[in-house]
């Protein structure tokens, strides 16, 4: 299983970007979970956003409600974090995860997920 991310860059505050995240040798379906977490410079990996299995409903850290939208396109086997409005606190390497069985109590949790990608970086400038 693969997950590769893409997308990230620098980008002044204010901005947008759009992170794209292709997975591969997972049936990806929608009976699949896919997140995204960040981790900042000196922290620890946090959780930004998720589309839960089945419903597709969609979950947000406060920090980023309003502001970024996840979407996937399981034709392409592939999902997004649009991102919108940056501030230099949304500066972090940014990682796509997925997991097939994951419950909804556990959707924020990284130890929830099995699949990993490998980070892209996204920089935010003042």
């Known amino acids: 299983v693969q997950l590769q991310a893409s997308g990230g860059g620098l980008v002044q505050a204010g901005g947008s970007l759009r992170l794209s995240c292709v997975v591969s040798?997972?049936?990806?379906?929608?009976?699949?979970?896919v997140a995204w977490f960040r981790q900042g410079p000196g922290k620890e990996r946090e959780f930004v956003s998720a589309?839960?299995?089945?419903?597709?409903?969609?979950y947000y850290a406060d920090s980023v409600k309003g502001r970024f939208t996840i979407s996937r396109d399981n034709a392409k086997n592939t999902m997004y974090l649009q991102m919108s409005s940056l501030t230099p606190e949304d500066t972090a390497v940014y990682y796509c995860?997925?997991?097939?069985?994951?419950?909804?109590?556990?959707?924020?949790?990284?130890?929830?997920?099995?699949?990993w990608g490998q980070g892209t970086q996204v920089t935010v400038s003042s």
């Open positions: 040798g997972l049936t990806f379906s929608t009976s699949t979970t």
């Open positions: 995860a997925a997991s097939n069985s994951l419950i909804l109590s556990s959707m924020r949790s990284r130890s929830a997920y099995n699949y």
């Open positions: 589309m839960f299995r089945n419903t597709g409903r969609q």
